[in-house]
């Protein structure tokens, strides 16, 4: 160990390369977590660009803008792109910019692994996208990709869907094999497990969920090829296969994925929460034990996405009852942020706002999930908006906000400038306003009965629509002053002091800002 | 230029307020007050919309707590008035407090739930069976007792849904012919599908059931009051998956025989059909009826398909010089690719398809121009020796 840090010392004085090939090559978790979050920011954009489509088309009744077919594509690669190339390289960014300096770790462990890990995955969103140019046009059949629709009626494209699949799934096993070798060996002394900050416990937990069910994705797909180039009938019906295997295997995948998704953003949340509220953050084990039996949980109530499959009474039992139980640790979280803040000494700079309106509506979107665990209630949600509505509740002012509200907190520390605090609270207003606006409705939308991936609807669903397609547009709009106020904090700004919060703690605070190119050479000293 | 400025603000608070009156003045059917799941029709649908608005309630009351704590802090404790944060941030008795009283709430919820769930797995068998089947993009119906069986399309016009002419009030959610069943009478559904997964959703009954190909899933209803009920395909099954209404109209039991006699005797005239002596002209008219429902959605109206997913018919070799292999197609679908098997149409209906097909379109002056008969299939549906 202190071999490997000595001969770091010696490469102290080169700093970053220049030019592109910096970027190319380089093995430094401060470029990386960089390169990751501009990339999530680039999908963002285009994934949120494939939703204004969407959202345009459903503004009235009737086929205006794009044909059902092509509608469908854009559903499918909005989702496919927001969650692969828009929120986990968004927290695998943020794991490479935050997890070394938190743990007072010069680098991630395996750097060049790092640097591949990221690299393929501009590729995979190539060959993804690339796929709408084809003949066909780009995979039709969803985000969840049901079997047989994505393999004996898919589009030629599904090849090189399946492919992009395998990619990112590649990048996201390196990169949680990465986080989980750094935060066991590289800790400074005195760092204990328990002594972790929350944001290291809450990526530690979702590295392990990654490579527990990234592989049976690839599994999934991989079925999928053989069914389709190879004559196999894992999912095919008619030669012995069955379609709802799929579904299982699939979800086995999908719902960990969620936490993946989410996990993260309660570390982010609760450091945020304590450094505004100026109290420590209230019951810290409780919290790590929470997150853990989230985890533990995500593994055993799959089939809730399944109610309506047709199992056998008993499987619809566990897994309500199953899916029920995750509200218990969902809620000691809430109530330790709540309580935290009680008694506490707030103020609310950007960071803050983000932060209280992720415990607000990531609370809301968790109540529609306890409702859509009750199998009788759910047979009449199930695949409508009212779907929709939750799951776009807990990503969008769930996961998104706390990347922003990350992008706020850390940004001075990153590029030694505050951000323009009174466009940060613009930007929140605005963001805060009008996405309630588009997803508020959407509840009622689905409980009248309008199912999802509909590009026309009948016309008692026309108002609320509308004002969703209202709302959408203005949260789009509300992204280009986030990308404005970041360039601008690149750039230039007020200088931010090392400590940058008043009230913030942790590893990451005690250096220079903007964080120099290698910190933590020698382990600092921790009580 | 004060003028100018008058002018464009005049012109903002037209287009902002006429852009408010579309939105209020209930323009078409839009309806404001759809917010909430319908009470619905049956037992079964009235006890789950019970049990959404008691979990709805809970979570209510949880949230106005939670948030009402929360909000409370916010406001009561900003660094103004509260300059020195206090460092409370332990507490086991908070922490078993909150982890037992959810625990409570949520066997609370789960007692009703399950229940209800349970009295909808009762699967005994219904007075009356039948038997659904999705299509991409349509609803067969086939009732078990009495050997009835026919296809549900969605009604609504084209030159509707492209916004041509106004749409009307039961737009996307209407049917060429309606499944019909018997009022207070048990009715279960045996719910598969043929091709893809679709799902078979009526709101008012509180059945959604999945139509899976190679499963049969199950669902029943009793329904008392006579009326339509409509419903929609609530799992995404290819580009015309918003196009692919239910509808259910219940009637009372003497109206519900007469409909049954009626069908029978249908069915028989259109075995006759099958003897009669048949003309192109007859056959290519009747076909393109069966085309615009059965065919059109994937090769289009101009016979030209869709590049790369569907193919052509038009100027297709098989279309126009192979009348074997066509029939075949038509009877065994193709492995592997989206064309399925319509072996469901009757005789007439099949040889009238093949006929507009190879007669439309300029397949005829191009290719052989051969018409096929309903002794064709017939020929075709014997065993081979």
Known sequence: MSAVIENHHDEHHHGPAKGLTRWLYTTNHKDIGTLYLWFSFAMFLIGGAMAMVIRAELFEPGMQIVEPEFYNQMITLHGLIMIFGGVMPAFVGLANWLVPMMIGAPDMALPRMNNLSFWILPFAFFVLLSSLFMEGGAPNFGWTFYAPLSTTYAPPSVTFFIFSVHIMGASSIMGAINVIVTIMNMRAPGITLMKMPLFVWSWLITAYLLIAVMPVLAGAVTMMLMDIHFGTSFFNAAGGGDPVLFQHIFWFFGHPEVYIMILPAFGIVSHIIETFARKPLFGYTSMVWAMLSIAILSFVVWAHHMFTVGMPLAAELFFMWATMLIAVPTGVKVFNWVTTMFKGSITYETPMLFACAFVVLFTIGGFSGLMLAIVPADFQYHDTYFVVAHFHYVLVPGAIFSIMAAVYYWIPKWTGNMYDERLGQLHFWLSFISVNVTFFPQHFIGLAGMPRRYPDYALQFADWNMVSTVGAFLFGVSQILFLFIVLKTVIGGKKATDQVWEGARGLEWTVASPAPYHTFSTPPKVD | ??????????????????????????????????????????????????????????????????????????????????????????????????????????????????????????????????????????????????????????????????????????????????????????????????????????????????????????????????????????????????????VVKVVEQDEYDSW??????????????????????????????????????????????????????????????????????????????????????????????????????????????????????????????
């Open chain 2, 1 to 246: 230029m004060l003028q100018i400025l008058k002018r464009s603000i005049n012109k903002l608070i037209i287009t902002t307020s006429a852009f408010f009156v579309a939105i209020f003045s209930n323009n078409l059917n839009a309806d404001w007050f759809a917010l909430n799941m319908t009470r619905g029709s049956t037992a079964v649908s009235e006890e789950v919309f019970e049990l959404h608005m008691l979990i709805f309630w809970i979570c209510v009351v949880i949230g106005v707590i939670v948030f009402g704590v929360m909000f409370y802090s916010m406001w009561r404790f900003t660094k103004k008035k509260n300059p020195e944060p206090s460092d409370f941030h332990e507490s086991t008795k908070l922490e078993i407090a909150w982890t037992v009283v959810p625990f409570l709430i949520l066997i609370f919820m789960a007692i009703p739930a399950s229940q209800t769930l349970i009295k909808i797995y009762d699967d005994e068998e219904g007075d009356i069976n039948i038997h659904v089947t999705g299509y991409q993009w349509k609803w067969q119906y086939e009732y078990l007792e009495d050997d009835i069986s026919f296809f549900s399309n969605l009604s609504t016009d084209l030159d509707e849904i492209y916004n041509l002419v106004p749409k009307g009030e039961f737009y996307l959610q209407e049917v060429d012919e309606p499944v019909v069943i018997p009022a207070g009478k048990r009715v279960r559904f045996l719910i598969t599908a043929n091709d893809v997964i679709h799902s078979w959703w009526v709101p008012d009954f509180a059945i959604k059931q999945d139509a899976i190909p190679g499963f049969v899933n199950t669902a029943w209803t009793v329904v008392d009051k006579p009326g339509i009920y409509r419903g929609k395909c609530t799992e995404l099954c290819g580009k015309n998956h918003g196009f692919m209404p239910v």
């Open chain 2, 260 to 385: 049954v006699n009626a069908k029978k005797e249908e069915a028989y005239k259109l075995a006759e059909l099958t003897e009669k002596d048949w003309t192109a002209e007859e056959l290519s008219a009747r076909g393109e009826g069966v085309y615009q429902v059965n065919c059109v959605a994937c090769h289009q109206v101009n016979g030209q398909g869709i590049p790369g997913i569907f193919p052509a018919l038009a100027g297709s070799d098989i279309v126009m010089n192979d009348k074997e292999r066509n029939i075949e197609i038509l009877m065994e679908g193709v492995q592997g690719a989206a064309m399925n098997s319509f072996d469901y149409l009757s005789e007439v209906e099949l040889a009238a398809v093949i006929t507009y097909t190879r007669q439309a379109w300029g397949n005829a002056e191009n290719g052989d121009g051969e018409i096929v008969l309903p002794k064709d299939i017939v020929d075709y549906k014997k065993p081979k020796i």
